[in-house]
Structures are given as C-alpha cells and as structure tokens.
C-alpha cells in the first residue's frame, strides 16, 4: 500500500510539494478566465509558504457569500451573505420545504403526502440536524436517528456492466434494495432495526498520553421481510453537514482533475482519482457529493434523498415508491401521494429545485481566531504533517456560473473532492459507483470546528465513529497512514495546535 511521502521540513518547498507538474497545463482547461484572471486565480490559489500571519481573505472561507454574525447553535442555517431580496424567499421557501414534515397517503394535507411507505426520515432536517452532521447511535439499543445503511451483493455479470457503464450505483439485495429503511408507515413493517457495538481500540500517542477509539460492528435487527441476503455488505452512513454545496458545485472540474493522480506517477504516495457518475441524462460527469461520490449535482444528490429516504418521487426519480422492491409487495400495494393538479410526482420539480437553492446557499461560517498564534501554528502542523495533500486548501469558483452568488468567489474549504484509498480500517468492503470498497471521496473540513455547537452530538467520519477531530485523525490509513503517523510521533502541543487549527475553520 502506498503512503504519503513527508513533507520537507524547510516551508519554502511547501508550493513545490503540493503543486502538481501538470498544473501549468491544467489551468488553461479553464475556459471561463481571461488571461489577467487566470494568472489572478493561480496566484491566490498558490499554497502558502507563511504561517506567521493568515494569509489574504482567509477569514472569509466563502468569499462574499461566508456567514459573518453571530456563532450559536443555528449558524449553520442562514443563507449566503451576498443573495438578493428575492433569492433570500426562495431560500427561505425551501428552508420550510427541507424542514417540512411528511405523511402517508392518503391524508387530508394532500401537498404533504406521499411519505414512504418505507423510510428512514420524515423531514430533510431529521438526518441533517439544523443543517449539520448527524451521529451514530452511542450505545446498542439507541435509535439511529440521522444515520443510513447502505445494502448490496456482489453482483451478477449483467449487473456489473451495468455498473461499469455508469447505469447502476450497485447490486441491491433482492429483496431489501439499496438502502435499508428503519421505518414505515402504519400497518407496514420496517425493513429492519440498526444496532452497532463498539470495541475500544487503545492508541498510544508520544507524550504518554492514550486515544480510546471505538470501532464500530454494524448489525441489522428484525429483519421484516426476511432474511438478508447471506452475502449482504453493509455501509454505515451519517448525513454530513450542508453548507456550502453551492460553491463545491462551482470549482471549476479542470481545477479539481488537476489533483487527480491515480498512478500515483509524482510519487509522494497520494493517487487521488475523480468518481465519475452518469447523471439524469445520461452524460458521464464528475461526482462531487455523497461519502463516495456518487452524485454529480446537488439537485440529483437531493432527489436520491427524497426516494431513499423519504420514498417520495422527483422528476429525476419517479417512483413513488421509493427504494421498495417489488419483492415487497405489501409495500407496492400501498396508495402513493402524487397529486394530479400538483404534478405528476410527490415532490413536483418546482418544489425540488426549491430544496436545491436552498441546498446550494446555506452560507459558510467565518474562520475564527485566524491571527492566533497556536491556530498557525497549528496551520503549519497541518502542511508539513501532509494533511493538505489531500485537504486542498482554496479554489476559485468558475466566473461563468448562471448563480451570481456563487460566481468567481475564493473558497478555503479544504477538500480535493477526489476518492482516496483510506485504508483497512475504514474500508466498509463495499463499491458504489467507480469507489472501490477503500475508497471515500475527501470532506471538505470547513466548519467542522462548528460541528458540536450546532449538533452537541455530532460525530465525524462516514459512520461517525469518531466523537472528536483527533479520534477522526488517527483512524486515517492508506494513503494518509503517513500523515496520520507523523500525527503520533508529534510532540503533544504540536497534537494540540493541530487540533486548534480544525476547530478554527
């Protein structure tokens, strides 16, 4: 397995180090820059060499768009700063509509049924607490209220074209599908219950000082269909936070291909590859969002959410019922909510693309204590440990974007958004889309210091097995085994710094 080569102690070589050959060349794929502009971008996306003062802007992690007031339990909530009167409504309509409650058919709410029959969630915000991360059940019998299991089997020969061509994410199991659904409407079994153990797992950092890790065994509970398939893989995930889909949607695709390095032929150990997904019509694109990337815009990101997890149907996902195999006939025999006069799906595409302005402008908080000197040196830390390899640090967005809120801002949200091979022990052994079972597509980190002041239980990592940043840390492997060991090695206040760092984006 390959590892990361460690950064060079003298910070000059820092822009060297994390700058690939190729971007000279890749930068001119940009077609939305004039020259000036181009040379612009390359100058303020270059990686800093200082770590004695913030460099320019870095306190506005979303260029114009970055929230600025007041830090409380709510501040993952508000719209981008730099929206306009009339796109503030439509934020705020599909705020109620993410936040709105659905029912089963019938009901006398005909505008909000359609519900299931099977599900894991009745509103958007149940998974996605005031719009930030959700957690995995703490102990064996706790409800698992904003996590999802992944199902599927390894597949038949005409499935894995299928999923070689991009028209299927993955085998579902025969009778359960893609996803299980921990809930159901009146008279109707849930698919089943979620139960995961932990193990303690003790790791000795230099210092003397001992991190317990909990790792996780997933198990599902009165399965109400029947048995699982016997070679079901399972995947464990928790929602992840929301803001700042908008400006992710807006890196330019040259910028983030850029990182790309799949044979790894720079040889520093990180070999990055971009997810590639086929999207509602059918074109080949870049997957941005999902743990594995497997959704290339947040309007279909969002429709996947609405079937999966709420069985209602979109325009890009029509069936009204959901993830409801039609081995679950009791479920397919139910009544849908699909109003003629409203539409031809639960969820008509003017109330879908309400739910996606308003996924894409859920505004960015500003850094915090960006002057301070542990947090830069923390900073420093976080370069020179190769955390950054793989965490990019800025972007520009494309200047030619329809949104004028999202168009041609800086961003500082510190992702590559390429999948990563992250080791043995977060591998969940399950592919999804062109993810292997190792792979995970980087997270962005900006406003994860936030995590707990909007979610006290927030918990990080695809299946939220880590309760704190460090915990996070030392469960990296595979390509960033080497950064996570020079993490250990560390004396403690650099471990300290470090941390100070996260908890300040």
Same mark, same amino acid.
């Given at each position: 397995m390959k590892r990361p080569v460690l950064a060079a102690t003298a910070v000059g070589l820092f822009a060297c180090l994390f700058l690939p050959a190729s971007y000279a060349d890749d930068a001119t794929a940009r077609d939305d820059l004039t020259a000036e502009q181009r040379t612009r971008v390359e100058e303020v996306t270059r990686p800093t060499a200082a770590f004695d003062k913030p460099e320019r802007f870095e306190r506005m992690s979303a260029g114009s768009a970055t929230f600025t007031k007041r830090i409380n339990a709510n501040v993952f909530s508000h719209a981008s700063s730099n929206l306009e009167f009339a796109e503030l409504q439509r934020f705020l309509l599909g705020n109620g509509l993410f936040r709105k409650d659905w029912v089963s058919s019938p009901s006398s709410t005909q505008a909000s049924d359609g519900l299931g029959p099977l599900f894991n969630a009745r509103a958007c915000q149940s998974c996605h607490i005031k719009d930030g991360r959700g957690h995995a059940p703490a102990r064996i019998g706790d409800p698992a209220i904003s996590l999802l299991v992944r199902l599927s089997v390894p597949p038949s020969e005409e499935q894995a074209k299928a999923i070689a061509d991009g028209r299927l994410a993955a085998a579902p199991d025969p009778v359960y599908g893609l996803q299980l659904q921990d809930a159901a409407v009146a008279g109707l079994s849930p698919e089943g219950r979620v139960e995961i153990a932990?193990?303690?797992?003790?790791?000795?950092?230099?210092?003397?000082?001992?991190?317990?890790?909990?790792?996780?065994? *997933?198990?599902? /509970?009165?399965?109400?269909?029947?048995?699982?398939? &016997?070679?079901? $893989? $399972?995947?464990?995930?928790?929602?992840?936070? $929301?803001?700042?889909?908008? *400006?992710?949607?807006? +890196?330019?695709?040259?910028?983030?291909?850029? %990182? =790309?390095? &799949?044979?790894?032929?720079?040889?520093?150990?990180?070999?990055?590859?971009?997810?590639?997904?086929?999207?509602?019509?059918? =074109? %080949?694109?870049?997957?941005?969002?999902?743990?594995?990337?497997? =959704?290339?815009?947040?309007?279909?990101?969002?429709?996947?959410?609405?079937?999966?997890?709420?069985?209602?149907?979109?325009?890009?996902?029509?069936?009204? %019922?959901?993830?409801?195999?039609?081995?679950?006939?009791?479920?397919?025999?139910?009544?849908?909510? =699909?109003?003629?006069?409203?539409?031809?799906?639960?969820?008509?595409?003017?109330?879908?693309? *309400?739910?996606?302005?308003?996924?894409?402008?859920?505004? +960015?908080?500003? /850094?915090?204590? +960006?002057?301070? @000197?542990?947090? #830069?040196?923390?900073?420093?830390?976080?370069?020179?440990?190769?955390?950054?390899?793989?965490?990019?640090? @800025?972007?520009?967005?494309?200047?030619?974007?329809?949104?004028?809120?999202?168009?041609?801002?800086?961003? %500082? &949200?510190?992702?590559?958004?390429?999948?990563?091979? $992250?080791?043995?022990?977060?591998?969940?052994?399950?592919?999804?889309?062109?993810?292997?079972?190792?792979?995970?597509?980087?997270? &962005? #980190?900006?406003?994860?210091?936030?995590? @707990?002041?909007?979610?006290?239980?927030?918990?990080?990592?695809?299946?939220?097995?880590? /309760?704190? *940043?460090?915990?996070? +840390?030392?469960w990296h492997g595979g390509e960033a085994q080497a950064a996570r060991d020079r993490v250990v090695e560390m004396d403690k206040q650099d471990r300290d710094n470090l941390i100070r760092f996260l908890e300040s984006l």
């Open positions: 932990y193990e303690d797992v003790p790791v000795a950092l230099s210092g003397g000082e001992t991190v317990t890790l909990r790792k996780p065994t *997933l198990a599902i /509970r009165d399965p109400g269909f029947g048995p699982l398939d &016997p070679d079901i $893989m $399972m995947s464990a995930r928790v929602a992840p936070p $929301m803001i700042g889909l908008g *400006l992710l949607e807006s +890196v330019a695709e040259s910028d983030i291909l850029a %990182w =790309a390095d &799949p044979e790894d032929r720079n040889g520093d150990g990180i070999s990055g590859r971009p997810a590639q997904v086929r999207d509602a019509s059918g =074109a %080949w694109k870049l997957g941005r969002f999902g743990w594995k990337g497997i =959704a290339p815009s947040i309007i279909e990101q969002s429709a996947g959410a609405f079937s999966g997890d709420m069985g209602l149907s979109t325009p890009i996902a029509p069936d009204h %019922w959901g993830d409801c195999t039609v081995a679950q006939e009791a479920c397919r025999a139910l009544p849908h909510g =699909a109003q003629e006069r409203f539409g031809a799906e639960e969820v008509p595409g003017d109330l879908l693309d *309400l739910v996606s302005f308003y996924s894409h402008h859920l505004a +960015v908080p500003a /850094r915090r204590k +960006v002057n301070d @000197k542990a947090v #830069l040196a923390g900073k420093k830390v976080f370069y020179e440990a190769g955390c950054a390899s793989c965490h990019r640090p @800025k972007y520009v967005t494309r200047n030619d974007v329809a949104d004028p809120a999202l168009r041609f801002q800086l961003i %500082w &949200p510190y992702t590559d958004m390429l999948l990563h091979n $992250m080791g043995e022990d977060l591998a969940d052994h399950r592919s999804e889309g062109s993810a292997d079972g190792y792979e995970w597509r980087t997270p &962005p #980190l900006w406003g994860i210091g936030l995590s @707990k002041v909007v979610n006290d239980e927030a918990a990080f990592l695809h299946d939220g097995r880590a /309760r704190t *940043l460090l915990e996070a +840390v030392l």
